[in-house]
C-alpha cells in the first residue's frame, strides 16, 4: 500500500510543515525507547521459531487498534523488501542498519507521517523511536512516554525494579532510553569552535557525532548530540541535561553566525553563491562535495543571503543523494562513478524546481 | 582536531570516560573508533564489544601462578539458566541473551553498569504500569511471607492462617492480570 510512498519520497511528512522551533539550527529531535518482552529471549540469541512468534504476537497486538490521533501503522517485513527499498529505509532513519541486515524475522511498524517508528527483533524486541522537526524534546518525550504506555498494555515488559527497563547491550539499561538532536552547525564549524566546546559537552555525559559520512568526518555540518547514560537518571533528568546543552550551542551558533557577517560578510557571501552556483551547474558530484555545498546554502538561506529557496532543501537533498535513493530514482543499481553524474542532476533539477516554485 | 590513535583523519567522534574518578579524553575517527570497539550511541554499526571484553576480562582470574591447566583452578562457569548464556559468552559478546541473564549474573553487573552509566548502577527513571504493579504486589507477597513464617514460628496459627489467605489472594490477582492496572 504505502511502501511506496515510504521508500519514494525523501521527505517524510512529518518534516514538511516547515522548520520547527530553533529550525534554523536544529533540524530534529528524536527520541528512541528500547524494549523487550518478558519471557522470551532476546533478539540475537532467539531461534527462528521464538524470534518468528515473537514478531507474530507484537505485531498482532499492536495493530489490532491504533494510539489516538495516530491512524494505524504499517508493517513492513524485512524478509520482504529488496535490499535497495530496506537501504531507502535506512538513509530516511527510519529503520537502523542493524535491522534492515542482520536481524532475523525483523519488521517496522511506521506511522503514516512517518513520524513514529517501532522496530521489532532489532538488537531489542522494541526499539520506539519518534521524530520531530525542530527542537521538541518535551514533545518527543511526552509522545514517546505514551506510546510506551499503549505498548505495555499490549504487551508485558521485561522490567526489574534495580536495574530498570532489560535490554541486550548493558549500555541501554535503564531507562533505555536515547535522546537526540539533529544541529546544522556550520558558523561553530568555521570558525573551528566547535572542538574546543566539545570536550566540555562529553563531560556531561552526551556524545557529539557527525551524521552522514562513511568514515572521517561530519558530512554537511550536521551534528547529533546525544545522551550516553542511560542508567541512574530519570527521563525527565536526562531530557533536561541534553536541553541545556542543545541551548547552549544554539547560541554558540548564532554567536559565531553574527560574527561571521560582522567581520566578514563579503567572503562569506562569496563562499554562499559558489556552492549555489556549483549545486546549479555541476555536472558531477560526489556526495562530500554536495554535502558541503549543501550546508553553505543552507546557512545562506538562514541568514537571508539568499532568499526564495526552502531551508529543506539541505535535509531533502541530504536523504535524497545517498546510494540507495539514487537507485530507487533510477530504478537499477549504479556504479559510484554513475551516483556522481545522478547526484549532480538531481540537484540541479531540484534547484531549478525551488526557484521556478 | 586529528583522530589520536591515526593522526591522519579528523576525529568525528569523541569520548570521555570516567575510569575510578579520573577523566580520560578521546578522539577519534570512525575508523579507529570501530577497531577500538568503542561503543556510538544512536549507532549499531559498532559496539562495545572489546570495551567490555577488556573490563570482563580483567576481572577474570588470569595469569595463574600454575601456568598448567588444574581443574581446580578453574573458575566456577555462570550460566543463564533461562537462555544458556555463559557470563563468558556475555564478555565476549557484550550482549544479553534474556532478561533473566540480569540476575544471573547480577554479583558481576555493578562494575560493568559503574562504567558504562558514569557510576550508576540502579535504575532511578520510569517504572511502567502493569509491571509495576505487579512488581507492588509481589513486594507484598515477599513482605506477607515473612510475616507468616514468624506467625508459624511463634505457633500464632489463627494469624498465620489470615496471612496465607491473604497471600493466596494476592497471587490469584496476579494470576487474574489484576495489577495490570
Ligand atoms: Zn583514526
Ligand atoms: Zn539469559
Known amino acids: 500500500m504505502s511502501l511506496q510512498r515510504f521508500i519514494s519520497e525523501a521527505i517524510s511528512p512529518w518534516m514538511k510543515s516547515g522548520p520547527g522551533p530553533e529550525g534554523d539550527i536544529v533540524l530534529s529531535t528524536r527520541i528512541r525507547l528500547a524494549r523487550n518482552l518478558e519471557h522470551y529471549p532476546f533478539p540475537i540469541v532467539a531461534s527462528d521459531?521464538?524470534?518468528?512468534?515473537?514478531?507474530?504476537?507484537?505485531?498482532?497486538?499492536?495493530?489490532?487498534?491504533?494510539?489516538?490521533?495516530?491512524?494505524?501503522?504499517?508493517?513492513?517485513?524485512?524478509?520482504?523488501?529488496?535490499?535497495?527499498?530496506?537501504?531507502?529505509?535506512?538513509?530516511?532513519?527510519?529503520?537502523?542498519?542493524?535491522?534492515?541486515?542482520?536481524?532475523?524475522?525483523?519488521?517496522?511498524?511506521?506511522?503514516?507521517?512517518?513520524?513514529?517508528?517501532?522496530?521489532?527483533?532489532?538488537?531489542?524486541?522494541?526499539?520506539?523511536?519518534?521524530?520531530?522537526?525542530?527542537?521538541?524534546?518535551?514533545?518527543?518525550?511526552?509522545?514517546?512516554?505514551?506510546?510506551?504506555?499503549?505498548?505495555?498494555?499490549?504487551?508485558?515488559?521485561?522490567?526489574?525494579?534495580?536495574?530498570?527497563?532489560?535490554?541486550?547491550?548493558?549500555?541501554?539499561?535503564g531507562t533505555g532510553m536515547r535522546a537526540s538532536v539533529m544541529m546544522h552547525l556550520p558558523a561553530l564549524v568555521m570558525t573551528q569552535q566547535l572542538n574546543r566546546i566539545l570536550p566540555a559537552i562529553n563531560q556531561l555525559g552526551l556524545v557529539v557525532r557527525g551524521i552522514y559520512g562513511e568514515g572521517s568526518e561530519a558530512l554537511g555540518n550536521l551534528f547529533q548530540i546525544s545522551n550516553q547514560m542511560t542508567l541512574g537518571k530519570s527521563e525527565e533528568d536526562i531530557v533536561e541535561d541534553l536541553r541545556g546543552v542543545v541551548m547552549q550551542l544554539i547560541q554558540q551558533e548564532r554567536y559565531a553566525r553574527d560574527e561571521i557577517m560582522r567581520t566578514s560578510k563579503i567572503q562569506l557571501e562569496d563562499k554562499v553563491f559558489r556552492s549555489f552556483g556549483l549545486l546549479t551547474n555541476s555536472r558531477i558530484m560526489e556526495s562530500k562535495e554536495a554535502a558541503e555545498r549543501l550546508s553553505d546554502v543552507r546557512l545562506g538561506i538562514d541568514l537571508d543571503l539568499i532568499q526564495g529557496i526552502s531551508g529543506n532543501i539541505l535535509n531533502e537533498l541530504m536523504i535524497l543523494t545517498q546510494p540507495g535513493f539514487l537507485q530507487q530514482y533510477a530504478g537499477k543499481g549504479l556504479t559510484p562513478d554513475e551516483r556522481d553524474v545522478r547526484r549532480a542532476a538531481l540537484i540541479r533539477e531540484r534547484m531549478k524546481l525551488e526557484r521556478e516554485g | 582536531m586529528l583522530c589520536e590513535e591515526c593522526q591522519q583523519r579528523q576525529a568525528a567522534l569523541h569520548f570521555t570516560k570516567i575510569i575510578n574518578g579520573k577523566k580520560e579524553e578521546m578522539h577519534l575517527c570512525e575508523e579507529c573508533a570501530r577497531d577500538k570497539g568503542e561503543h556510538i550511541p544512536g549507532s549499531n554499526s559498532y559496539s562495545i564489544h572489546d570495551l567490555l571484553s577488556g573490563l570482563l576480562n580483567f576481572e577474570q582470574p588470569m595469569g595463574n601462578s600454575d601456568s598448567y591447566p588444574s581443574r581446580a583452578s578453574v573458575p566456577k562457569q555462570l550460566v543463564c539458566e533461562s537462555c544458556g548464556l555463559s557470563y563468558e559468552r556475555f564478555a565476549k559478546t557484550g550482549r544479553f541473551g534474556c532478561s533473566n541473564c540480569y540476575k544471573a549474573f547480577d554479583p558481576k553487573l555493578d562494575p560493568i553498569f559503574k562504567r558504562v552509566h558514569s557510576g550508576n548502577v540502579r535504575h532511578a527513571g520510569k517504572v511502567p504500569k502493569r509491571a509495576g504493579g505487579r512488581l507492588q504486589i509481589k513486594n507484598q507477597i515477599e513482605k506477607l511471607r515473612k510475616e507468616l513464617q514468624h506467625h508459624i514460628e511463634k505457633e500464632e496459627f489463627e494469624e498465620a492462617a489470615k496471612v496465607r489467605d491473604k497471600i493466596r489472594d494476592l497471587n490469584k490477582d496476579i494470576q487474574d492480570g489484576k495489577g495490570d492496572v
Not at chain 1, 60 to 72: F, H, V
Open chain 1, 49 to 173: 521459531e521464538s524470534a518468528n512468534t515473537m514478531l507474530h504476537y507484537t505485531s498482532k497486538e499492536l495493530t489490532k487498534d491504533s494510539y489516538p490521533q495516530m491512524g494505524s501503522l504499517e508493517l513492513l517485513k524485512m524478509n520482504e523488501l529488496s535490499p535497495n527499498q530496506k537501504r531507502v529505509l535506512v538513509e530516511k532513519h527510519l529503520i537502523s542498519p542493524h535491522l534492515a541486515e542482520k536481524s532475523l524475522h525483523g519488521a517496522v511498524l511506521l506511522s503514516d507521517d512517518e513520524s513514529v517508528s517501532i522496530m521489532l527483533n532489532e538488537e531489542d524486541h522494541i526499539r520506539l523511536q519518534c521524530l520531530f522537526r525542530g527542537f521538541q524534546l518535551n514533545e518527543s518525550l511526552v509522545l514517546s512516554n505514551g506510546l510506551d504506555d499503549w505498548i505495555e498494555e499490549k504487551v508485558t515488559y521485561a522490567f526489574d525494579e534495580k536495574r530498570g527497563f532489560l535490554t541486550s547491550c548493558p549500555t541501554n539499561v
